[in-house]
Protein backbone atom coordinates (compact mmCIF):
# COMPACT_ATOMS: atom_id res chain seq x y z
CA UNK A 1 0.00 0.00 0.00
CA UNK A 2 1.34 3.48 -0.84
CA UNK A 3 0.84 6.33 0.92
CA UNK A 4 -0.74 8.12 -1.82
CA UNK A 5 -3.14 5.43 -2.12
CA UNK A 6 -4.35 5.75 2.02
CA UNK A 7 -3.52 9.69 1.60
CA UNK A 8 -6.31 9.35 -0.86
CA UNK A 9 -8.86 7.27 1.28
CA UNK A 10 -8.41 9.65 4.22
CA UNK A 11 -10.22 12.24 1.80
CA UNK A 12 -12.75 9.89 0.59
CA UNK A 13 -16.23 10.96 2.10
CA UNK A 14 -16.74 7.00 2.80
CA UNK A 15 -13.74 6.03 4.42
CA UNK A 16 -14.29 5.94 8.09
CA UNK A 17 -11.50 6.61 10.55
CA UNK A 18 -11.48 4.61 14.06
CA UNK A 19 -9.80 7.12 16.85
CA UNK A 20 -8.69 5.48 19.60
CA UNK A 21 -6.56 6.83 22.68
CA UNK A 22 -3.23 6.67 21.07
CA UNK A 23 -3.64 5.82 17.54
CA UNK A 24 -6.51 5.71 14.59
CA UNK A 25 -7.21 2.90 12.34
CA UNK A 26 -8.23 3.15 8.69
CA UNK A 27 -10.18 -0.11 6.93
CA UNK A 28 -8.70 -0.14 3.69
CA UNK A 29 -10.77 -2.91 2.17
CA UNK A 30 -12.56 -6.40 4.04
CA UNK A 31 -9.47 -7.73 4.77
CA UNK A 32 -6.66 -5.17 5.62
CA UNK A 33 -6.06 -1.80 7.43
CA UNK A 34 -4.04 0.70 8.67
CA UNK A 35 -3.19 1.95 12.13
CA UNK A 36 -0.96 5.12 12.41
CA UNK A 37 -0.02 7.40 14.99
CA UNK A 38 1.39 10.77 15.08
CA UNK A 39 4.56 9.40 16.94
CA UNK A 40 7.03 7.08 15.15
CA UNK A 41 8.29 5.52 18.84
CA UNK A 42 4.33 4.53 19.58
CA UNK A 43 4.16 2.74 15.68
CA UNK A 44 6.85 0.75 17.14
CA UNK A 45 5.89 -0.21 20.04
CA UNK A 46 2.66 -0.78 18.99
CA UNK A 47 4.19 -2.59 16.18
CA UNK A 48 6.52 -4.81 18.21
CA UNK A 49 3.65 -5.85 20.75
CA UNK A 50 1.55 -6.92 18.01
CA UNK A 51 3.66 -8.73 16.32
CA UNK A 52 4.78 -10.23 19.29
CA UNK A 53 0.70 -11.15 20.17
CA UNK A 54 0.55 -12.68 16.20
CA UNK A 55 2.91 -15.37 16.92
CA UNK A 56 0.75 -16.42 19.76
CA UNK A 57 -2.38 -16.36 17.83
CA UNK A 58 -4.20 -13.84 19.64
CA UNK A 59 -3.47 -10.44 17.56
CA UNK A 60 -4.45 -9.95 14.09
CA UNK A 61 -1.88 -10.49 11.09
CA UNK A 62 0.60 -7.40 10.66
CA UNK A 63 2.13 -5.83 7.40
CA UNK A 64 4.56 -3.71 6.65
CA UNK A 65 5.06 -0.32 8.39
CA UNK A 66 4.03 2.63 6.58
CA UNK A 67 4.82 7.02 6.90
CA UNK A 68 2.54 9.39 5.16
CA UNK A 69 2.24 12.71 5.49
CA UNK A 70 -1.72 13.76 5.60
CA UNK A 71 -2.68 17.99 5.87
CA UNK A 72 0.67 18.45 6.71
CA UNK A 73 0.98 15.88 8.98
CA UNK A 74 3.45 13.37 9.10
CA UNK A 75 1.70 9.80 10.76
CA UNK A 76 3.80 6.27 11.19
CA UNK A 77 1.29 3.39 10.56
CA UNK A 78 1.39 -0.29 9.68
CA UNK A 79 -0.98 -2.50 7.76
CA UNK A 80 -2.79 -5.07 10.05
CA UNK A 81 -5.60 -7.37 9.13
CA UNK A 82 -9.17 -6.09 9.47
CA UNK A 83 -11.44 -7.63 12.33
CA UNK A 84 -14.53 -6.95 13.33
CA UNK A 85 -14.03 -4.92 16.59
CA UNK A 86 -16.77 -6.26 19.81
CA UNK A 87 -17.66 -2.53 20.49
CA UNK A 88 -19.83 -2.20 17.41
CA UNK A 89 -21.54 -5.37 18.01
CA UNK A 90 -21.91 -3.89 21.49
CA UNK A 91 -23.37 -0.77 19.48
CA UNK A 92 -26.07 -2.36 17.72
CA UNK A 93 -26.75 -4.28 20.46
CA UNK A 94 -28.09 -0.99 22.04
CA UNK A 95 -28.66 1.10 19.26
CA UNK A 96 -26.57 3.13 19.02
CA UNK A 97 -23.89 4.48 16.89
CA UNK A 98 -20.47 6.31 17.30
CA UNK A 99 -19.86 9.52 16.00
CA UNK A 100 -16.52 11.13 16.37
CA UNK A 101 -15.83 8.91 18.96
CA UNK A 102 -18.62 9.24 20.94
CA UNK A 103 -22.07 7.53 21.26
CA UNK A 104 -25.11 9.44 20.89
CA UNK A 105 -27.32 10.04 23.83
CA UNK A 106 -24.83 7.55 26.04
CA UNK A 107 -21.51 7.22 27.48
CA UNK A 108 -18.93 5.36 25.33
CA UNK A 109 -17.49 3.06 28.36
CA UNK A 110 -20.47 2.99 30.23
CA UNK A 111 -21.75 0.32 27.25
CA UNK A 112 -18.54 -1.25 26.69
CA UNK A 113 -16.81 -1.60 30.01
CA UNK A 114 -19.33 -1.59 32.35
CA UNK A 115 -22.69 -3.42 33.19
CA UNK A 116 -23.89 -2.96 30.22
CA UNK A 117 -21.31 -4.34 28.47
CA UNK A 118 -21.31 -7.48 30.88
CA UNK A 119 -25.14 -8.19 29.99
CA UNK A 120 -24.26 -7.65 26.12
CA UNK A 121 -21.41 -10.51 26.73
CA UNK A 122 -24.37 -12.45 28.96
CA UNK A 123 -27.16 -12.19 26.52
CA UNK A 124 -24.79 -12.93 22.90
CA UNK A 125 -23.02 -15.92 23.77
CA UNK A 126 -21.18 -16.05 20.67
CA UNK A 127 -19.38 -12.97 21.38
CA UNK A 128 -19.19 -13.54 25.34
CA UNK A 129 -17.86 -16.99 24.18
CA UNK A 130 -15.32 -15.38 22.21
CA UNK A 131 -14.41 -12.91 25.10
CA UNK A 132 -13.88 -15.46 27.39
CA UNK A 133 -11.75 -17.98 24.99
CA UNK A 134 -9.59 -14.57 24.26
CA UNK A 135 -9.37 -14.51 27.85
CA UNK A 136 -8.40 -18.13 28.24
CA UNK A 137 -6.02 -18.29 25.85
CA UNK A 138 -3.75 -14.69 26.72
CA UNK A 139 -3.89 -16.66 30.27
CA UNK A 140 -2.27 -19.71 29.43
CA UNK A 141 0.21 -17.44 27.41
CA UNK A 142 1.09 -15.53 30.99
CA UNK A 143 -0.37 -12.54 29.05
CA UNK A 144 -2.60 -10.16 31.13
CA UNK A 145 -4.80 -8.24 29.08
CA UNK A 146 -5.71 -4.95 31.16
CA UNK A 147 -7.96 -2.85 28.84
CA UNK A 148 -10.39 -5.38 27.99
CA UNK A 149 -13.22 -3.02 27.17
CA UNK A 150 -15.34 -3.94 23.75
CA UNK A 151 -12.77 -1.42 22.00
CA UNK A 152 -9.82 -3.39 22.13
CA UNK A 153 -10.67 -6.58 20.89
CA UNK A 154 -12.38 -8.20 18.12
CA UNK A 155 -12.66 -10.95 15.58
CA UNK A 156 -10.35 -11.98 12.61
CA UNK A 157 -10.76 -13.43 9.36
CA UNK A 158 -10.43 -16.99 10.90
CA UNK A 159 -13.22 -16.82 14.15
CA UNK A 160 -11.03 -16.21 16.23
CA UNK A 161 -11.08 -13.75 19.03
CA UNK A 162 -8.17 -11.48 19.20
CA UNK A 163 -6.13 -8.12 20.68
CA UNK A 164 -6.70 -5.36 18.59
CA UNK A 165 -5.22 -2.45 20.93
CA UNK A 166 -1.31 -3.02 21.93
CA UNK A 167 -0.86 0.60 23.60
CA UNK A 168 1.40 0.96 26.88
CA UNK A 169 -2.10 0.34 29.18
CA UNK A 170 -3.60 -2.52 27.42
CA UNK A 171 -2.13 -5.69 27.71
CA UNK A 172 1.32 -7.35 30.15
CA UNK A 173 4.05 -10.06 30.43
CA UNK A 174 2.92 -11.57 34.01
Not at 66 to 88: R, S
Not at 90 to 113: K, N, P, Q, S, W
Request: net charge negative; hydrophobic share 25%; with cysteine.
Amino acid sequence: MQAIEIEKLLDSPDSTVFQGTSGCYLPLDDDWGVKFFYCESSRDYSYDQQRYYETMRVAPLTGPKVKFTYQGEVHYGYITEHCQCCDTAVMEYHHTEIEDGRCEGCDYFDLTAGDEYDSFLMDNPEWGDKYFELKGRLESHNIRFNDDHAGNWGINHMGEPVIIDFDKSSSSRV
